[in-house]
């Protein structure tokens, strides 16, 4: 017990939870037990001109269920050309 600045009123301490509940009171581990796998896979997006240069990206299974193909810049021949999805090995 504290004793307060005014004069030698007794102040109430907060009442203190036992360490098992302490675990069950806690949110964050209830929301990590209850997340599921993601549906994202990492993808590398390859050159079409043959130069070997890629890009690294994450695709949605679910929602783009065919191969990405983009018109990017490829810096080796500094032009903007295809890639297109190849698996990470």
Request: charged letters at 30%.
């Amino acid at each position: 017990m504290c004793l307060s600045p005014r004069g030698g009123e007794r102040r109430r301490q907060p009442p203190t939870l036992d360490p098992i509940d302490e675990n069950i009171m806690q949110p964050t581990a209830i929301l990590q037990m209850a997340r599921g796998k993601g549906k994202t896979i990492p993808i590398k997006l390859l050159s079409t001109a043959g130069t070997g240069y890629f890009y690294t990206t994450r695709r949605n299974v679910t929602r783009t269920p065919e191969k990405f193909k983009f018109v990017k810049f490829d810096p080796v021949v500094r032009r903007r050309v295809l890639f297109t999805e190849h698996k990470i090995k």
